[in-house]
Structures are given as C-alpha cells and as structure tokens.
C-alpha cells in the first residue's frame, strides 16, 4: 500500500501564504502524478494543482498565479505554495498519488487524510 501524509494546512488571513507538504511512503515501486485537490462545504472535490514525475503541471484557473506546485522525486514529496490566499480557498486541501505498489503492481489513486486551510478575511 501507499500512504500520503498532508502537513502544512493552518488558519492565515487574506493576502497571506501557506506551504502545504505531503510525503508518501509504503511499498511505492513508481509514483505518476501526485496533485492537490480541495473541498469546500457544500460543494464537489475540485482539482488544484497536478504535477507529473517529468515536472509538467496543471492549475485550476482559480489559483493560476497564486500557487505553485512542486515536487521532490527523490523524497516522493509534493509540496503546494499558496500565495495571495482569499477566503474562498478556505477548504479541506488533500493530497492525491497516482502510484503502483509492489503489493499488486496496479496502478491506482491514492489519497491523504485531508489537512485544513481556512483564510479569514
């Protein structure tokens, strides 16, 4: 199995910054993609950011020049830099893997627990 775990998340005012870090371990034999994803109450687990092991990444629209993903191969850690934050990012912000374990050598998505960010204003 993979297991991610989020650390990071915390209460920030408007304008402020964040860095949230996830870090997997377990019978990893390859991690694809990792990404950030959030849920805000009432409404539907949205894409933030991806990256791909080759350093390709994707932005929802919302958060394009505001956050910056990264990722750390070596250490299978992916790390998402929030800037400029505003209260309507306030959400639950988890860590998602595309990975293949040595258990099955299947390729499936993983997720973290989830770690809080919530922007007054």
């Known amino acids: 199995q993979v297991q991610l775990v989020e650390s990071g998340g915390g209460l920030v005012q408007a304008g402020g910054s964040l860095r949230l870090s996830c870090a997997a371990s377990g019978s990893i034999f390859s991690i694809n993609a990792m990404g950030w994803y959030r849920q805000a109450p009432g409404k539907q687990r949205e894409l933030v950011a991806a990256?791909?092991?080759?350093?390709?990444?994707n932005y929802a629209d919302s958060v394009k020049g505001r956050f910056t993903i990264s990722r750390d191969n070596a250490k299978n850690t992916v790390y998402l830099q929030m800037n400029s934050l505003k209260p309507e990012d306030t959400a639950v912000y988890y860590c998602n893997a595309i990975a293949v374990a040595t258990m099955n050598y299947r390729m499936d998505d993983y997720w973290g627990q989830g770690t809080q960010v919530t922007v007054s204003s």
């Open positions: 990256i791909t092991s080759g350093g390709s990444t």
